[in-house]
């Protein structure tokens, strides 16, 4: 099996501070995932990578910024973190063959001041 | 506009009951249902899931009924278990396929009390 780590499990932040959270995953998988959980809203689409170096925007791509240098990462950057925002993070994968379940990883909670 | 609904919110059942889970789509062009569970403090994992060419499908004690007519359906949890307590979600997919099409509902939030 595998596993995906999330860094860090909690972030606080200030209003207009540029946040980046970190994600790697072991399973070999191809395809990674961003998505916002909020509460009540169900989880939504920031990006995702099909690939090393691809980049696709989600539908809440406006924000945010991603990165993909190599298969194994993913990272998440919040341009500039809005006050009194909260939400969770979450990282996931899966294999490209369309309808492959998707895998998650624990989150990153993110807490603006 | 939210293209997966789910009802409701928040649902109590006592041990041993069924729970339903309701959840309702609006684009025709969906013909893939996962349904995610996911326990506080983790993400979400994948439960059971249907194609849109089946109207049932079971696996233990859980069970999805589909209404493509309808654009329905709902996941059925049987003999209903503390342990089940959780946040479900229901997600679709369409024609275009693959897991970045998927959109997620809202989620309901069980609990199960002894």
Same mark, same amino acid.
Request: hydrophobic share 30%; glycine share 8%.
């Given at each position: 099996?595998?596993?995906?780590?999330?860094?860090?499990?909690?972030?606080?932040?200030?209003?207009?501070?540029?946040?980046?959270?970190?994600? /790697?995953?072991?399973?070999?998988?191809?395809?990674?995932?961003?998505?916002?959980?909020?509460?009540?809203?169900?989880?939504?689409?920031?990006?995702?990578?099909?690939?090393?170096?691809?980049?696709?925007?989600?539908?809440?791509?406006?924000?945010?910024?991603?990165?993909?240098?190599?298969?194994?990462?993913?990272?998440?950057?919040?341009?500039?973190? /809005?006050?009194?925002?909260?939400?969770?993070?979450?990282?996931?994968?899966?294999?490209?063959?369309?309808?492959?379940?998707?895998?998650?990883?624990?989150?990153?909670?993110? %807490?603006?001041? | 506009?939210?293209?997966?609904? /789910?009802?409701?919110?928040?649902?109590?059942?006592?041990?041993?009951?069924?729970?339903?889970?309701?959840?309702?789509?609006?684009?025709?062009?969906?013909?893939?249902?996962?349904?995610?569970?996911?326990?506080?403090?983790?993400?979400?994992?994948?439960?059971?899931?249907?194609?849109?060419?089946?109207?049932?499908?079971?696996?233990?004690?859980?069970?999805?009924?589909?209404?493509?007519?309808?654009?329905?359906?709902?996941?059925?949890?049987?003999?209903?278990?503390?342990?089940?307590?959780?946040?479900?979600?229901?997600?679709? %997919?369409?024609?275009?396929?693959?897991?970045?099409?998927?959109?997620?509902? /809202?989620?309901?939030?069980?609990?199960?009390?002894?």
């Amino acid at each position: 099996g595998g596993i995906i780590t999330q860094t860090p499990k909690f972030l606080i932040g200030q209003e207009g501070q540029k946040l980046t959270l970190k994600c /790697q995953q072991n399973f070999n998988h191809d395809t990674m995932y961003w998505y916002r959980q909020d509460s009540g809203k169900g989880l939504r689409l920031i990006y995702y990578s099909i690939t090393e170096n691809d980049l696709q925007k989600g539908d809440l791509s406006e924000g945010y910024d991603a990165s993909r240098e190599k298969k194994s990462s993913f990272s998440l950057t919040v341009t500039s973190a /809005q006050k009194n925002e909260m939400a969770v993070f979450l990282c996931a994968s899966s294999m490209p063959d369309s309808n492959e379940r998707l895998f998650f990883g624990h989150g990153t909670k993110l %807490s603006v001041l | 506009q939210q293209q997966v609904r /789910q009802s409701p919110q928040s649902l109590t059942v006592w041990e041993g009951e069924t729970a339903i889970l309701n959840c309702s789509y609006e684009d025709s062009t969906f013909n893939y249902f996962p349904w995610y569970q996911q326990f506080p403090g983790e993400g979400p994992a994948l439960l059971i899931s249907i194609s849109s060419v089946s109207d049932k499908k079971e696996d233990g004690r859980f069970t999805i009924f589909f209404n493509k007519r309808e654009k329905k359906l709902s996941l059925h949890i049987t003999d209903s278990q503390p342990g089940d307590s959780a946040t479900y979600f229901c997600a679709a %997919s369409g024609a275009t396929g693959g897991n970045n099409k998927l959109t997620f509902g /809202q989620g309901t939030v069980l609990s199960v009390i002894p």
